[in-house]
């Protein structure tokens, strides 16, 4: 189990260093396109374009880290879509 994780680890930051990002970068941008692909499939309503920047403008900061109290903006930006 051990070397699972391990070889596991392994895979996942040779895929980061392939693409030339940080692991934290490979997540959010699988995120984002497994989001879009799954939107232009109809699963999610589709929204308006202000606040589609204001999606990609989130998740490009939480991407690159420039983030401080990550839960406290999610709530925040939840509690606006209410």
């Known amino acids: ?32 396109k497994c989001y879009y692909s799954l939107e232009r499939e ?3 309503p589709s929204i308006e374009e202000h606040q589609k920047e204001k999606n990609e403008q989130l998740m490009l900061s939480i991407s690159k880290g420039k983030f401080k109290g990550f839960m406290k903006s999610i709530v925040l930006y939840n509690y606006e879509r209410f």
């Open 42 to 44: 109809g699963f999610y």
């Open 1 to 32: 189990m051990k070397y699972l994780i391990v070889r596991i680890r392994a895979k996942i930051s040779y895929m980061a260093f392939i693409k030339r990002m940080t692991i934290s970068e490979l997540f959010a941008s699988a995120i984002m």
